[in-house]
């Protein structure tokens, strides 16, 4: 994996729904914190265990690096506190069961790295998997979606396996609470963002939000779906970083996450749209009632949350966040 390209995030908190609607997100863990973990003492941990450590940095929440042994070479990542290792071990539990499904259903378009080994290292979980070199598909850093069109095809078809996906629980899913019970914890986060930015006259969205409450039926989702976490291999691109992953987050939430970040982080409305179509033009006239009622919510949230972190940081971003907004409210998103 390009390690360079992995985890191009900023050590900051922003709106994410998936944080909010599972049990083991509570107050008394924190998946935002990191620790500095001490580099040489993994380099020798894994000299210890028969491999030849190529690289290895810690980014943020992560120590990341590339291992080899047997004329193999390996990914690593791990986490640098227990409460970010529940995310780690929900990415290895996203890995391997999406790679299953992959496999027995025959998918040729994308992949997900297969992983090796876990373990602990002084209480820190962390897995080793596939090595992958390539270019990401687009970036936002600084914001680059040149090539992005060719694979929207791929990307779009991608969304329609997760969206036909049932029966499958990842580790985060596991002894959840009833979702629909955790609205009215997820709506005072929300309201609490709407509070600090209300100046952005966001009263309109925040009652969108609210439908969510009707609206909400639950889905396969990677959770951080963006085109700088696919990695081009020849004509399939990797899909890396399932930390948020779920099966109880909202149905369509990665393609409200994927089309709100392609709008506002990497600055290009008009593919955004473009992704949108697709999506559509892919599913029956049926589901698109549904699907056009169900986004509305999802993408209000997401709204209000990238007012929040515009505010507590993306500035340059804050045009393409009022714009979108302007679009939810004069139903202009296609």
Same mark, same amino acid.
């Given at each position: 994996?390009?390690?360079?390209?992995?985890?191009?995030?900023?050590?900051?908190?922003?709106?994410?729904?998936?944080?909010?609607?599972?049990?083991?997100?509570?107050?008394?863990?924190?998946?935002?914190?990191?620790?500095?973990?001490?580099?040489?003492?993994?380099?020798?941990?894994?000299?210890?265990?028969?491999?030849?450590?190529?690289?290895?940095?810690?980014?943020?929440?992560?120590?990341?690096?590339?291992?080899?042994?047997?004329?193999?070479?390996?990914?690593?990542?791990?986490?640098?506190?227990?409460?970010?290792?529940?995310?780690?071990?929900?990415?290895?539990?996203?890995?391997?069961?999406?790679?299953?499904?992959?496999?027995?259903?025959?998918?040729?378009?994308?992949?997900?790295?297969?992983?090796?080994?876990?373990?602990?290292?002084?209480?820190?979980?962390?897995?080793?998997?596939?090595?992958?070199?390539?270019?990401?598909?687009?970036?936002?850093?600084?914001?680059?979606?040149?090539?992005?069109?060719?694979?929207?095809?791929?990307?779009?078809?991608?969304?329609?396996?997760?969206?036909?996906?049932?029966?499958?629980? =990842?580790? !985060?899913?596991?002894? *959840?609470? %009833?979702?629909?019970?955790?609205?009215?914890? &997820?709506?005072? /986060?929300?309201?609490?963002?709407?509070?600090?930015?209300?100046?952005?006259?966001?009263?309109?969205?925040?009652?969108?939000?609210?439908?969510?409450?009707?609206?909400?039926?639950?889905?396969?989702?990677?959770?951080?779906?963006?085109?700088?976490?696919?990695?081009?291999?020849?004509?399939?691109?990797?899909?890396?970083?399932?930390?948020?992953?779920?099966?109880?987050?909202?149905?369509?939430?990665?393609?409200?996450?994927? =089309?709100? !970040?392609?709008?506002? *982080?990497? %600055?290009?409305?008009?593919?955004?749209?473009? &992704?949108?179509? /697709?999506?559509?033009?892919?599913?029956?006239?049926?589901?698109?009632?549904?699907?056009?009622?169900?986004?509305?919510?999802?993408?209000?949230?997401?709204?209000?949350?990238?007012?929040?972190?515009?505010?507590?940081?993306?500035?340059?971003?804050?045009?393409?966040?009022?714009?979108?907004?302007?679009?939810?409210?004069?139903?202009?998103?296609?």
């Amino acid at each position: 994996m390009l390690l360079k390209n992995l985890h191009q995030a900023t050590p900051k908190k922003a709106l994410s729904f998936d944080r909010t609607f599972v049990k083991m997100d509570t107050k008394n863990r924190d998946y935002v914190t990191a620790q500095t973990i001490q580099k040489e003492e993994v380099v020798n941990y894994f000299i210890n265990n028969g491999y030849q450590v190529l690289d290895i940095q810690q980014l943020w929440r992560h120590v990341h690096g590339k291992l080899e042994k047997d004329n193999k070479i390996f990914f690593f990542k791990i986490a640098s506190t227990s409460s970010i290792g529940e995310r780690t071990r929900n990415e290895v539990s996203w890995n391997k069961q999406i790679n299953q499904l992959i496999t027995r259903s025959g998918i040729d378009y994308f992949i997900t790295p297969k992983v090796y080994e876990t373990g602990t290292f002084k209480g820190k979980f962390f897995y080793l998997s596939d090595y992958y070199v390539g270019k990401l598909v687009a970036s936002k850093y600084p914001p680059d979606t040149k090539g992005l069109k060719s694979w929207l095809n791929k990307i779009t078809k991608t969304n329609q396996f997760f969206l036909s996906l049932q029966n499958v629980t =990842f580790y !985060r899913d596991i002894n *959840s609470d %009833n979702l629909i019970k955790k609205w009215d914890g &997820y709506f005072q /986060k929300v309201n609490g963002w709407y509070e600090e930015v209300k100046e952005n006259q966001l009263q309109e969205v925040l009652e969108i939000v609210k439908e969510l409450k009707t609206t909400y039926k639950p889905g396969v989702n990677h959770g951080d779906f963006v085109p700088w976490h696919m990695i081009q291999a020849n004509k399939k691109f990797i899909l890396i970083d399932a930390e948020h992953a779920s099966s109880q987050s909202p149905r369509y939430y990665d393609i409200c996450y994927f =089309f709100h !970040r392609l709008y506002t *982080s990497a %600055n290009d409305p008009n593919t955004a749209k473009d &992704y949108l179509n /697709k999506i559509r033009d892919n599913i029956s006239n049926k589901e698109k009632n549904i699907f056009d009622k169900a986004i509305r919510p999802i993408l209000a949230s997401r709204i209000i949350g990238g007012f929040w972190d515009a505010k507590n940081g993306d500035l340059d971003e804050l045009k393409y966040h009022q714009k979108l907004k302007d679009d939810l409210l004069t139903n202009n998103l296609y």
